[in-house]
C-alpha cells in the first residue's frame, strides 16, 4: 500500500541551505533544513514546495527525497531564466530563504505496476514514487530521457538502487525516447508517470492515446497554453461548500 500523506500544507517558514551540491550539468541539489529546528512537514511522493528567493520570486520545485530534518530539491539552471533557477545556483550553505507547502497535485495512486518516464530535470518528482513503489513490491519501470548523459542528474543513481528497472536514453547517443515502443501495449493495472518538457507530455499523450482512461499521469513545467475558441464570456459557479453562486467576469 502506498500512502499518499495529508499534503496540502500551506505553512511558510524560513529554511537555511545545509549542503549544495552539483549533480549535473546546469542542476544543482539543495538540502534544506529547518532554521528554528522545528520538524518538517510530511510530504508524499510527487509533493511540491514554494521557493521564495527575494524580490518577488516564487518558484515551484519538486522535492526528491528527504526526511523530518532535510527536504532536498534539484534545479535546473534554464538559460532563459526569468530570476528564480539562477537566484537558486547563486545560493550557497548558511543562506536562508523562505518556503511554503508541501502541496501535491501529482499523487502516486496505488497500482500493481507503474511505468515512469521522465525527460531531464522532470526525474525529480518520480525519484520518490521509484522508492515508494518498490518498497510496496509494485512491477515498475523508469524510461529516463535527457540530452546527453552528462545532463541527467541521478542516472547512475537510479541505475545502481533499482538495477534492472531503469533505462537510461541520451539523446545524443540513440536519440529520442522510443515511446511507440515503450507504451504501444496497454497493460493492466499499471499506471504511467510521466514528467519533462511539454513536446515530451505530448507525444507519451498522444502514444497513450489508446490506453485505458485515467491511466496517464503528467506533470507540467508550466500550465498549459489554451487554444481560445472564442471571446471569453461570463460564467457562474457554485461553491460546493455553501451553495454560493458566483459571477466570473470574462477577464
Given at each position: 500500500m502506498i500512502?499518499?500523506?495529508n499534503d496540502g500544507h500551506d505553512e511558510r517558514f524560513e529554511v537555511s541551505v545545509a549542503a549544495h551540491r552539483i549533480v549535473a550539468e546546469a542542476v544543482v541539489e539543495?538540502?534544506?533544513?529547518?532554521v528554528d529546528g522545528i520538524t518538517l512537514p510530511y510530504f508524499s511522493p510527487g509533493s511540491h514546495i514554494d521557493l521564495e528567493f527575494g524580490n518577488g520570486i516564487v518558484r515551484q520545485y519538486s522535492l526528491l527525497g528527504g526526511n523530518d530534518r532535510i527536504w532536498r530539491v534539484a534545479i535546473l539552471r534554464?538559460?532563459?531564466s526569468r530570476g528564480g533557477s539562477?537566484?537558486?545556483h547563486q545560493l550557497k550553505t548558511g543562506n536562508r530563504l523562505y518556503v511554503r507547502g508541501p502541496r501535491n497535485h501529482f499523487a502516486l495512486k496505488n497500482a500493481p505496476g507503474y511505468i515512469f518516464i521522465a525527460g531531464g530535470i522532470g526525474i525529480t518528482p518520480l525519484m520518490p514514487m521509484m522508492a515508494a513503489s518498490e518498497t510496496a513490491g509494485a512491477h515498475v519501470h523508469l524510461h529516463y530521457g535527457g540530452r546527453r548523459a552528462g545532463s541527467m542528474a541521478y542516472a547512475d543513481v537510479l541505475a545502481s538502487a533499482?538495477?534492472?528497472?531503469?533505462?537510461?536514453?541520451?539523446?545524443?547517443?540513440?536519440g529520442l525516447l522510443?515511446?511507440?515502443?515503450?507504451?504501444?501495449?496497454?497493460?493492466?493495472e499499471t499506471l504511467i508517470y510521466c514528467c519533462g518538457p511539454?513536446?515530451?507530455?505530448?507525444?507519451?499523450e498522444a502514444a497513450t492515446a489508446h490506453w485505458p482512461a485515467d491511466s496517464l499521469k503528467v506533470e507540467r513545467f508550466s500550465p498549459r497554453e489554451i487554444e481560445m475558441d472564442g471571446p471569453d464570456k461570463p460564467i457562474e459557479v457554485v461553491l460546493a461548500s455553501s451553495g454560493l453562486t458566483v459571477q466570473v467576469g470574462p477577464d
Open positions: 500512502g499518499t500523506g539543495l538540502s534544506l533544513e529547518r534554464e538559460p532563459q539562477e537566484a537558486a533499482y538495477p534492472g528497472k531503469v533505462t537510461i536514453y541520451p539523446q545524443d547517443v540513440g522510443p515511446l511507440d515502443a515503450l507504451v504501444c501495449n496497454p497493460k493492466p511539454e513536446p515530451l507530455l505530448q507525444a507519451v
